[in-house]
């Protein structure tokens, strides 16, 4: 296999791009040595490659392009070691995701082919995280495992543990007796697939369904930081409208922050005594300033 020929192959995987790189590579170290000696690509450089493969279809160019990336599929794998799988393999999975972005990649967008590449790479490093590594481990401390070992020959029926059979057990073993019924609920039940299959009528209560959190999408969040400051700085701009009597008494009731985390605990009453007034007056001077404050956003929005 050459470098140039990506259309024969759908993805590189280890062995094929450690036969594309200078010397003779025999183990993983030896791949990650060497493609950290590669030369990074100058943005003209990468560029103009980029541009000759999307034009005209050079896959020399496109070789230059994944073999000067694949440093960045090994720093990136790095970051999922933690989930027990080989980091060659992962590797392995990302140059995959690699050479998809260098097919998709469009220099004139005015971003590096580094930062277009993450997100492929990722892509295909979590479907293969997902698909090789079981979510619940069943025993990971010390105390863990001598459960994992040990309970099943202690228990004296095949139901449910009684209150002082696990008393006893956690007195045996020396672990705390909400170990032991936490080993007995994840002894007792099934594996349960992340998601659900194709013909499975259910499948939207599959744990996919409900683990994803759609509001730590990056747009998502950067939209409600901008809203959340848009909104602090209308308030503050509305805040200054009012006469110092009015702030005070809306600061009072409604923003100030209190030791117990509360926000406005002043009472009518409160505010009364302080401006020597009747309450009922500090209500109308309040609900007169909400109503110019309500404006005031009104009118920035």
Do not use: C
Request: aromatic share 6%.
């Amino acid at each position: 296999m050459s470098s140039t020929d990506l259309t024969l192959a759908p993805a590189m995987d280890i062995k094929a791009a450690m036969a594309l790189l200078p010397g003779s590579l025999g183990n993983f170290d030896a791949y990650v040595s060497a493609v950290n000696r590669i030369p990074l690509l100058q943005p003209e450089e990468e560029a103009r490659l980029a541009r000759q493969y999307r034009d005209r279809g050079d896959l020399d160019s496109a070789g230059k392009l994944v073999l000067s990336h694949l440093r960045l599929v090994v720093s990136v794998a790095r970051n999922y070691l933690g989930y027990g799988l080989p980091h060659a393999d992962l590797v392995q999975e990302g140059n995959i995701g690699l050479m998809k972005a260098v097919k998709r990649f469009d220099p004139d967008r005015g971003v590096r082919l580094v930062s277009f590449a993450l997100h492929w790479i990722k892509a295909e490093i979590h479907e293969y995280v997902l698909r090789n590594w079981r979510l619940v481990k069943v025993a990971t401390t010390k105390g863990q495992r001598k459960l994992f070992f040990n309970l099943r020959s202690l228990k004296k029926s095949p139901g449910a543990m009684s209150p002082e059979e696990i008393e006893g057990v956690a007195r045996y073993l020396n672990v705390k007796p909400e170990e032991v019924a936490e080993m007995e609920t994840r002894l007792a039940g099934g594996e349960i697939a992340l998601e659900g299959r194709g013909d499975d009528e259910g499948e939207s209560y599959a744990p996919i369904a409900y683990l994803e959190d759609p509001g730590a999408e990056p747009t998502q969040v950067l939209e409600r930081r901008a809203n959340d400051l848009l909104a602090d700085e209308g308030v503050q701009g509305a805040l200054a409208a009012l006469d110092p009597r009015s702030r005070r008494i809306v600061q009072a009731r409604w923003l100030d922050e209190n030791d117990d985390g509360s926000v406005g605990s002043a009472t009518l009453h409160d505010l009364a005594r302080e401006f020597g007034v009747s309450a009922e007056r500090i209500r109308q001077i309040e609900a007169k300033a909400l109503r110019k404050m309500r404006d005031e956003l009104q009118d920035a929005s």
